[in-house]
């Protein structure tokens, strides 16, 4: 893939996910949106790191990748199974039994079992969190790295503001800056060009 294909797959990648969270109130496909936009950044990715001769662009936002999914399931797995543990410990075995439910919630532990499901969602979000933080370290060391390589600095910009929102998704904000990040991360894609360093394309022949 060509510095011009990749750089341009990148730049759209970037703005797909920029716009994704705007649509989401408006048009059920927005996730579909994002997720494209994922790919195609990724794709982008890979093609540069071949072209710059620099796997380490492409292999960090591959293990982002990788740690995000599977912390994703970790969370959703840990809460679900902690959620049914309570639930069969309060005595609930079958969620649609009324009766169940209203035995379990006058046996006094109410109080209890709601603070064991909130602490069943902190632990959940800590796991998610610790997984956003771990990806988004890992995309800043490939956004570092194609900015040393194409010296567009934009990128390491981008790859810091990633980091610190993914700190601060704990708050409104840390989702921001994220945000902003997406679009810095476009403006860099799009700003590549060969640089000084490369040797110039051979002559054709006439």
């Not at 996910?17 to 705007?22: E, G, Q």
């Not at 990724?42 to 072209?51: E, H, N, Q, R, S």
């Amino acid at each position: 893939m060509d510095l011009e294909t990749s750089k341009n797959l990148g730049g759209v990648g970037a703005i797909l996910m920029f716009i994704s969270p705007l649509l989401t109130y408006v048009a059920a496909y927005a996730g579909l949106l994002g997720l494209i936009g994922f790919i195609l950044v990724l794709i982008a990715l890979k093609g540069l790191g071949d072209y710059y001769n620099e796997g380490g662009i492409f292999n960090n936002a591959l293990y982002g990748f990788m740690i995000g999914v599977v912390g994703s399931v970790v969370a959703v797995g840990a809460f679900i199974a902690s959620v049914l543990t309570i639930l069969a410990d309060i005595g609930i075995g079958d969620w649609m039994n009324v009766s169940e439910w209203t035995a379990a919630f006058t046996a006094g532990t109410a109080f209890d079992t709601i603070l064991k499901l909130i602490g069943a969602v902190v632990i959940a979000l800590l796991i998610l969190f610790v997984a956003v933080v771990l990806t988004a370290w890992f995309y800043r060391k490939s956004l570092n790295l194609l900015s040393a390589k194409s010296e567009v600095g934009m990128f390491g910009t981008a790859g810091l503001i990633l980091l610190i929102g993914a700190f601060l998704t704990i708050v409104i904000i840390g989702f921001l800056l994220i945000w902003i990040a997406l679009i810095l991360a476009a403006v860099s894609f799009f700003s590549i060009r060969r640089t000084s360093t490369e040797a110039p394309s051979p002559p054709q022949p006439s």
